[in-house]
């Protein structure tokens, strides 16, 4: 924890040991490189240059940046520049991180290759099909009753979850609908672009802390009849794993007349089908799908059936990043091998779960099935035991760091990949709330202790895993 803390706090004797890290957060060194050959080659050093992954995004960074900002092209490569200022870097950075906008570090690579700065990369795994097809035969399945023109691969998740907002609101905003509803805690970067990018933030976006309370989110949508262009949510969300009653919540959207986006990332669309409750679906296909843990990839669906497919399926085309072909080719290796990683992975935690729900040391479980969300979980699973990668658990006082430290788990960000990962998510993930009163208040609204800890179980012999968390809790009762 200390390790952690120093990351968070940018401590230069931790942070010189961290080369680099996810690379929607910390800029891939290709990307680094690359971006410095740009700045020298177009006569700009000394200014700020952002590659983006596509024109179009330049131009939405470029128009959010304001001011001096200008694109600049070369080729293949697309950049925004400005004056540098630390203050109008952190928000292009924040800007790209939101939008997943950055340049593939593959795409960096084959730059600099063609340079002759970096070897010539060795060619990915080769497939006898296209791999746009390969990838989307088996979106077919994750979002069922679709065909090719309603589902969208994307350069990373966050990019399909940005496109779906941006869709639903080019769509809505002339019917004088602006209004957003956020249900229940979500993703740090989904919880920012509604704040960010709705038309007046300060009005235009309504946080509602239950996935439960649709009591709530009516009185809501009374309050602003007319007004609600789209609610957001995830089933089950990131990361107390709650589950909302998806059925009747896309019954009360569709009598409103707004449009829901549903995120089934933590368990993954193979394991819940929520599209038939949604207009769009999404899913990060950086987990499950690249359990390898190498690409960041995202999927988009259009629900055919739902409010204004069409023009939803117009603004996704206009508005996704498609993947860099080498990305591309390397999920459609890994995505064949998406039925043995699930169920591998599904199996584990359920084994798990119930190891951990027999520890005293354990105050609380948060997963798939844990009571307050089994029932509503249920109703969009696969099967009884679909539940997906993900637990969270929190610890008797005092005993989170120890226990934390003792672990010989990997220790990460990210989830559903072949490998076990283990973080203290609130602390990586919204570590000024963790630090401030006002923050402490926050997340203890949405029911959030600071000290929860997200497990990711892998495909690694699940006895090993159990015997890596027993190892560390036996250890306190001995300390």
């Given at each position: 924890?200390?390790?952690l ?5 940018r401590?230069p ?6 080369p680099?890290?996810?690379p929607?957060f910390v ?5 680094r ?9 177009q006569g700009?050093?000394?200014?700020s240059v952002?590659?983006?992954a596509?024109p179009?995004?330049a131009?939405?960074l470029?128009g959010w940046?304001g ?11 697309t950049?925004v520049?400005f004056a540098g200022?630390?203050?109008r ?5 924040a800007?790209?991180?939101h939008?997943g906008?950055f340049?593939s570090?593959?795409q960096?690579?084959?730059?600099l290759?063609a340079?002759g ?5 060795a060619?990915?795994?080769a497939?006898a099909?296209d791999p746009?097809?390969v ?6 399945r994750?979002?069922c ?5 309603d589902?969208f ?16 609101s ?6 004088g ?6 249900l ?17 933030p300060?009005?235009d976006?309504?946080?509602?802390p239950?996935?439960?309370d649709?009591?709530?989110l009516?009185?809501v949508?009374e309050e602003?009849r007319?007004?609600?262009a789209g609610i957001i ?5 990131n ?5 909302c009653?998806l059925?009747?919540l896309g019954?009360?959207?569709r009598?409103?007349g707004?449009h829901?986006?549903v995120?089934?990332?933590?368990a993954s669309p193979w ?5 038939p ?5 999404l899913?990060?296909?950086?987990k499950y799908?690249?359990a390898e843990g ?6 988009a669906?259009?629900n055919?059936k739902?409010?204004?497919?069409a023009?939803l399926?117009?603004g996704l085309?206009r508005?996704?990043a498609?993947?860099y072909?080498?990305?591309l ?9 998406i ?8 199996a584990s935690t359920?084994?798990v779960?119930e190891?951990l729900a027999g ?8 997963w798939?099935?844990?009571?307050e969300?089994?029932?509503s979980?249920?109703?969009v699973?696969?099967?009884?035991d679909a539940?997906?990668?993900m637990i969270?658990?929190?610890?008797e006082a005092g005993r989170?760091a ?5 672990v010989?788990?990997?220790k ?5 990949l072949?490998s076990?990962l283990?973080?203290p998510?609130?602390?990586l993930?919204h570590?000024?709330l963790v630090?401030?009163?006002?923050g ?8 959030l202790?600071?000290e929860l800890?997200?497990?990711?179980v892998?495909?690694?012999p699940?006895d090993?895993i159990?015997?890596a968390l027993a190892e ?8």
């Open positions: 924890m200390a390790d803390i120093g990351y968070e706090e401590v004797q931790v942070m010189r040991q961290v680099t890290g996810y929607r800029l891939h060194p290709f990307v490189t690359l971006t410095a050959e740009f700045a020298r080659r700009l050093v000394g200014c952002w590659l983006t596509t179009a995004l131009e939405r470029r940046m001011g001096d900002a200008r694109v600049v092209a070369e080729g293949a490569l950049a520049v200022e630390p203050e870097n952190a928000r292009a950075k800007f790209l991180q939008c906008g340049i570090s593959r960096a690579e084959d730059a290759a340079a700065l970096v070897p010539v990369p060619p990915e795994a497939e099909t746009l097809d990838v989307k035969s088996e979106l077919r994750a979002f009753g679709t065909c090719d023109d589902l691969v994307s350069a990373n998740g966050m990019n399909a979850v940005y496109s779906a907002f941006a869709a639903v080019a769509v809505q905003t002339p019917r609908r602006t209004t957003w509803i956020q229940g805690w979500l993703y740090l970067d989904t919880i920012a672009i509604l704040q960010k990018f709705t038309a007046n300060d009005i976006y309504v946080a509602l239950s996935v439960h649709l009591g709530a009516q009185r949508l602003r007319g007004r609600v949510t995830e089933v089950p969300t990361p107390l794993i709650r589950s009653d059925p009747a019954t009360l959207a009598a409103h707004v829901l986006v995120d089934a990332s933590i394991n819940v089908d929520v599209l409750h949604a207009d769009v679906a899913a990060s296909l950086t799908g690249a190498d690409i960041l990839a995202g999927a669906a259009v055919p739902g409010g204004d497919a023009a399926r117009s085309t508005r996704i498609p993947m072909w080498r990305d080719a390397r999920l459609a290796h890994e995505i064949r091998a039925d043995r990683v699930l169920a591998g992975v599904n359920l084994r779960a190891y520890r005293r040391e354990v105050k609380r479980i948060h798939a099935l844990a009571p969300s089994r029932a979980f249920l109703q699973a696969r099967a009884p539940v997906g990668s969270t658990f929190e610890l989170f120890p226990f934390y430290d003792r010989r788990l990997p990460g960000p990210s989830f559903g072949r076990t283990i973080c998510f609130i602390y993930g570590y000024e630090t401030s009163a006002a402490r208040e926050l997340l203890a609204r949405h029911s202790n600071p800890l997200r497990l990711s892998g495909l690694e699940v090993e159990i015997g560390s809790l036996d250890a306190l009762e001995t300390s």
